[in-house]
């Protein structure tokens, strides 16, 4: 069963909050301010999230702020396994499927991401946006 006090966010998220997406950066403020919660990305996401900023950003900052992220969040590795898992998933996109399989790994209850229909097929989920992630209740 799915625990509604585990919180998954999406890439998406963390690069649209430091690329200055206000409604990215009140959903990550909400959630740090969320007591009992526990918070979780992938160690995809910190890779994906380096690669978009590599050329925007000093690697000092990148550094920084992927030691920021690591100090909020719960870093979920996948294995050969969870990536078995995720290619044999009906969703068009394996990346998304990872994800989903590392958030289903954690028994997380929630799901934070901006392409909330990338993710409306997978079932066991709370789904949320950004903006939405209010919801989640203190």
Same mark, same amino acid.
């Given at each position: 069963?799915?625990?509604?006090? &585990?919180? $998954? =966010?999406?890439?998406? *998220?963390?690069?649209?909050?430091? +690329? ?11 959630? $740090?301010?969320? %007591?009992? %919660? ?13 690669? =978009?900023?590599?050329?925007? &950003?000093?690697?000092? !900052?990148?550094?920084?702020?992927? %030691? ?8 979920? #590795?996948? +294995?050969?396994?969870? =990536? !078995?898992? +995720?290619?044999?998933? *009906? ?13 289903? %790994?954690?028994?997380? @209850?929630?799901?934070? #991401? ?6 409306? @097929?997978? $079932?066991?989920?709370? =789904? ?11």
């Amino acid at each position: 069963m799915m625990d509604s006090n &585990r919180i $998954f =966010v999406d890439t998406n *998220v963390l690069v649209g909050a430091w +690329a200055g997406c206000e409604k990215d950066e009140l959903c990550l403020q909400y959630l $740090f301010s969320l %007591k009992g %919660k526990r918070l979780y990305i992938s160690t995809l996401s910190i890779a994906q999230f380096v690669s =978009v900023f590599q050329k925007k &950003r000093t690697n000092d !900052e990148i550094r920084r702020q992927v %030691k920021y992220l690591l100090s909020k969040f719960n870093l979920v #590795t996948f +294995a050969e396994k969870d =990536v !078995e898992v +995720a290619i044999d998933e *009906v969703s068009h996109d394996i990346e998304d499927n990872i994800q989903y399989v590392l958030c289903r %790994k954690m028994n997380c @209850g929630h799901f934070i #991401t901006n392409n909330i229909k990338d993710y409306s @097929g997978y $079932f066991l989920l709370n =789904v949320l946006k950004p903006s939405q992630s209010r919801q989640i209740n203190q």
